[in-house]
């Protein structure tokens, strides 16, 4: 039941209040994974998976001949209860570098630091953001629903599904004696604090079944969940399919800007900013993890170290992801060999997820920049790499098969699937060609070290070159987006320095710590309406100059986090007595004087006047959100200063 000048003006008090909260579920702004907490609902933004705790671990032997298994180190024991010390065989020391012999394993959001089970929903940016989501959906209590577009979902699943054929190929069985010690983890040349919680990847089944559970939508198309929020996707520039979501109640607006990418000259349909402008609330991620690599820069340097490779006869690998920039290096490698005179060099694409991952690009005509959809329209393929395929200046493979050693020579450029070169058709190809100086590997993912993903190959002769290529926005455009976005609050992480990533003076800057609830904004009131049966009953009733009211008795109804004021069953007799007007110190001394209390003293202070009766000892306290009377032991007297005040209100 509700009464009262409140309901009025269509705000209903809560019993508790409630708020806008942020939480990261990842220390590395990378790979995000943040808890949004709103009245009433609860969103994950993204999903990511750490891989760099790969490069913690030995190469996969998948030749047979390689020899990258290196010596047991000799500090690899383990302390038992009873006996001598066990050896962990496991745990190698390959020049000069303690690497782990071991089956990879993986950081993943800290979900354990949550409610996992009252999670309402997951937005997902990117198919690089969704990589941890079968763990969330397979091995959590995790019900809610899972929001991503249809490239992000297809292009999710083609990562995982070679990430999951990379880590099969060679499978090892964990060692009997858990390497997860000090002695060990302090010599590992990642970070190793959390491995304790670090997991195996993953089965393909898992990661299928996750897809599946996902929800499609499209750029622009609203969803409303609880029936107070209503969800949008807007493309980011950074892949086909990747978004920037916005989420609007009546109250509030929360934007989540994750990587994003103002490049003209890509494939995906370019950043959209205006939704995202003068929200409550913008939550930052995705950030370069390569401020200092010009993406031009970068890839003009690939390109020429590409060129000198097959100039020179040899082989030109590049580990890449089969999708999401290698669509773009794959055109600028095959114009640039032709613009070299290298025409008959074999392009080939090595990866189980090659094949599928061209041929959807090609149908992702509404995901795609202007020029790009343009042709799908004439009509042709949007991608050069279908004309590429038909004349076999591009051929593709899923792994090293009998076919891909027949159609193999030299010279030859290579894009193959596993960039940190631990498993997969990369790591297998570089262990093949190492002893080829005339060749290069040129690294051109941004999430990997370059010096901790060759460490295990120190021992090749072929030559490496890092270039890597994010097209994520550096910092000067990240500043100069955030400025035009002019967010009231910037919830983003800090760098090692602890100053936040982005530095921002329009409004409040947040550091989106791991494990840390940051309350960003409270919410006492929630909307209601009136129906219709309970507004033909009010009449409004002039309270002051220019100003009317009207006093409600009302049933609140409450469905689906939608409230309503409708006519309440409640007898006359039990109403309220509502009283609203204005009190003007001068008007309140006159109604004292006509009630024969002359001899007052006003007395103004900061935020309060103070009408004293001298002769009486009793005192009215006129403050902005309250008036008390203040009389001793003489009830006759406070009920006659009351009536005075009353005479100044209207009842409704």
């Known amino acids: 039941m509700a009464s009262g000048a409140a309901a009025a003006v269509g705000g209903v008090p809560m019993s508790l209040a409630n708020g806008i909260s942020v939480t990261s579920l990842s220390d590395n702004p990378q790979y995000p994974c943040v808890l949004l907490q709103m ?127 990379a880590d099969s190929e060679a499978p090892r069985r964990p060692s009997r004696h858990g390497w997860k010690v000090p002695d060990v983890l302090a010599v590992l040349p990642g970070r190793t604090l959390d491995a304790s919680l670090w997991q195996h990847l993953y089965t393909a089944e898992e990661a299928a079944a996750a897809i599946h559970r996902t929800t499609a939508v499209s750029y622009n198309e609203k969803r409303v969940e609880m029936g107070c929020v209503t969800i949008t996707a807007h493309p980011s520039g950074y892949g086909i399919g990747a978004s920037n979501w916005v989420l609007q109640t009546p109250e509030q607006r929360v934007v989540y800007v994750a990587a994003s990418s103002n490049s003209s000259d890509r494939h995906p349909a370019a950043l959209n900013i205006e939704p995202l402008l003068n929200a409550d609330v913008c939550v930052m991620a995705g950030l370069t993890p390569v401020p200092n690599a010009i993406p031009d820069q970068m890839v003009n340097e690939m390109l020429s170290r590409v060129i000198k490779a097959v100039a020179d006869g040899g082989t030109a690998l590049l580990p890449v992801h089969p999708t999401g920039v290698v669509l773009d290096l794959i055109e600028l490698v095959i114009t640039r060999l032709a613009e070299a005179q290298l025409t008959t060099v074999p392009v080939f694409f090595v990866s189980p997820s090659a094949k599928a991952s061209l041929s959807y690009a090609d149908i992702c005509g509404e995901w795609l920049c202007e020029n790009k959809t343009e042709r799908v329209f004439m009509p042709e393929y949007p991608f050069l790499h279908s004309e590429y395929i038909s004349t076999k200046i591009l051929q593709i493979f899923p792994g090293l098969t009998p076919d891909f050693t027949k159609a193999y020579r030299e010279p030859c450029v290579i894009f193959a699937d596993q960039p940190d070169l631990r498993s997969g058709p990369a790591a297998q190809l570089l262990t093949m060609i190492s002893g080829r100086p005339e060749s290069c590997c040129v690294l051109t993912c941004p999430d990997y070290n370059i010096d901790a993903v060759v460490a295990p190959y120190s021992r090749s002769k072929i030559r490496f070159a890092a270039c890597p290529i994010d097209p994520a926005l550096r910092p000067s455009e990240v500043r100069r987006l955030v400025t035009k976005l002019s967010p009231k609050t910037l919830v983003v992480h800090s760098g090692p320095d602890g100053a936040p990533l982005v530095p921002y003076k329009g409004g409040v800057v947040v550091d989106m710590a791991m494990g840390v609830r940051h309350m960003l904004r409270t919410v006492e009131f929630e909307r209601a309406v009136i129906n219709e049966p309970l507004a033909r009953t009010l009449v409004p009733v002039q309270v002051d100059h220019g100003t009317s009211a009207v006093g409600i008795t009302a049933c609140l109804r409450h469905h689906d986090y939608k409230f309503q004021l409708g006519v309440s069953g409640v007898s006359r007799a039990k109403k309220r007595r509502v009283l609203l007007g204005s009190l003007q110190t001068h008007r309140v001394v006159q109604a004292l004087a006509q009630r024969g209390f002359r001899d007052v003293v006003v007395e103004q202070h900061e935020s309060t006047d103070v009408v004293r009766l001298v002769s009486f000892d009793a005192s009215i306290v006129l403050g902005h959100n309250r008036t008390d009377i203040v009389v001793k032991d003489n009830e006759t007297l406070r009920q006659a200063l009351r009536d005075s005040i009353v005479s100044l209100l209207t009842e409704l």
Not at 118 to 130: A, G, K, R
């Open 39 to 165: 009245p009433r609902l609860s969103i994950l933004l993204d999903c990511a998976l750490d891989s760099t705790t790969a490069l913690n671990f030995l190469p996969l032997n998948l030749i047979p001949k390689a020899k990258l298994v290196g010596s047991v180190w000799h500090g690899a024991t383990q302390k038992t209860a009873e006996g001598p010390p066990k050896v962990l065989h496991s745990v190698r020391s390959l020049d000069g570098r303690v690497l782990l012999h071991e089956p990879l394993e993986y950081r993943l959001p800290r979900f354990e630091l949550v409610d996992v089970a009252s999670i309402d929903i997951v937005l997902i940016s990117s198919f690089h953001s969704i990589l941890a989501l079968p763990y969330l959906t397979e091995r959590t209590a995790f019900a809610g629903v899972i929001y991503a577009t249809e490239p992000t979902r297809h292009f999710g699943l083609q990562l995982m599904e070679a990430m999951v054929a």
